[in-house]
Structures are given as C-alpha cells and as structure tokens.
C-alpha cells in the first residue's frame, strides 16, 4: 500500500520562528490534507490540498503531485500552533474518499 | 454548518466487556462517515467506513464491528474489549474529502 512519510518527526521552535513541514507519499494521489491535532486531541482540517499552493492566513501549503510531496509553511509561529500536524492523502488506486494517514510532525512552540 | 458530536469523551473499561461508541452529524445528509483509532499519539489508522446506511466496509480485521443505523449515525462497538483496543478513537464525514472529526472517545481497557 501507500506509504506516507513525515519529516521531522519532532520540532521544537521559539514563538515567531518560521518552519516548513514536509510529506513524501510513494504513489499517486487524488487528494491530500493537511491536520492540526491540539494537545487535547481534536483534529482540524487545515488544507485541502492536491495540488498547487494554498494560505490561510500564517499557514501556506504546496503539493507538487507529479513529485509525490507536500510541504505545510509555518511563519511567525504562536504557542497555539503547538500539537501535532498530520498529512493525510487519498490514494489514486482505492478511488474512494478514504484517507491514510502519515505518522505525524509533533510541534512544540515555547514563547 | 456540519457539526459531528461523539461521546462519551472518556471511557474505562474492563477487558471483557462491551462497548459501544455513538457518532451523530448534523447539517449534512448522506455523509460518508469514518472511524480512525489513535494508538500512542500519533497517526490515525481507518478502522471503518460507511457510504450510506447499512453500509460498512472494514479496513483491518480487528475484535470491533460498526454500524449506521440511521443516515446520520455511526456506532462502534465489541462485544468483548481486549487490552489492546485502547487508545484514541475519532469519528469523521466527509463528502469528497475528510472534513470533520469528532472531539474523539479516549478508551482505556484495563
């Protein structure tokens, strides 16, 4: 099956620090999404994203299908943008809506 | 809007014993509704999915079942818990993509 992989898997950053989160997926996609987990477990849909590039206020993300990967911009970072930051994609093959998910990027921002 | 609600947030059980979780959505009809389980804080694993009522299909053979009763209603359940179906389990719908999760059931089988 698909392989969906997430780098780095721990960031820790000061408050206003910019990152940039990465997701490599081995097959072809029609659909990826980009999840912030809080530290209290709730899952917010950040992007939907299968190709292009998008923002949403200090979040920006850009997904390059014919090179299997998406990467989610974090500028100017808060201690609310802390949790963990799933990529999650829909592989081409299944022709369904189901999602798999990767494994995660845990971030932690100290002001 | 759509809203999902899932209860209860949490849940002790002994191992042995059933369980059933409820998922209801509102402000949407014919979802396509989805159970996620997260073991260890990190990535979700599909569990089940539902396209319509009475319609189940299960992604991992495992020790739970799902069902819809109704459009708008998804419900986990065991008939005996295992220590290892503890951890966090998440409702979703989507239409063309996962919109929405629910504020998830954390399950401990001691």
């Known amino acids: 099956g698909i392989q969906v992989e997430q780098s780095p898997p721990d960031l820790i950053l000061q408050e206003g620090a910019n990152s940039t989160l990465r997701c490599n997926f081995s097959?072809?996609?029609?659909?990826l999404q980009w999840f912030h987990q809080n530290p209290w477990g709730q899952l917010i849909n950040l992007f939907y994203?299968?190709?292009g590039t998008k923002q949403n206020g200090r979040l920006s993300a850009t997904t390059v299908a014919t090179e299997r990967y998406s990467l989610l911009y974090i500028s100017s970072s808060q201690t609310t943008d802390s949790g963990v930051y799933f990529c999650?994609?829909?592989?081409?093959?299944?022709?369904?809506?189901?999602?798999?998910f990767g494994t995660g990027t845990r971030l932690q921002v100290f002001p | 809007s759509q809203t999902i609600h899932q209860w209860p947030a949490t849940l002790v059980q002994p191992v042995g014993s059933p369980l059933s979780l409820e998922c209801t959505v509102e402000?949407?009809?014919?979802?396509?509704l989805y159970w996620y389980r997260q073991a260890a804080g990190r990535g979700l694993q599909l569990l089940f999915y539902?396209?319509?009522?009475?319609?189940i299909s299960s992604e991992v053979p495992q020790n739970l079942s799902a069902s819809r009763p109704q459009d708008r209603q998804f419900i986990l359940s065991s008939k005996k818990l295992l220590l290892s179906d503890s951890g966090f389990y998440l409702c979703?719908?989507?239409?063309?993509?996962?919109?929405?999760f629910g504020s998830g059931t954390r399950l401990t089988v001691v």
């Open positions: 979703a719908w989507g239409s063309r993509a996962v919109g929405t």
């Open positions: 097959d072809s996609v029609n659909n």
């Open positions: 994203i299968p190709s």
């Open positions: 999650a994609v829909e592989p081409r093959a299944y022709n369904t809506d189901k999602l798999i």
């Open positions: 402000g949407t009809s014919n979802p396509n």
């Open positions: 539902s396209v319509g009522i009475g319609q």
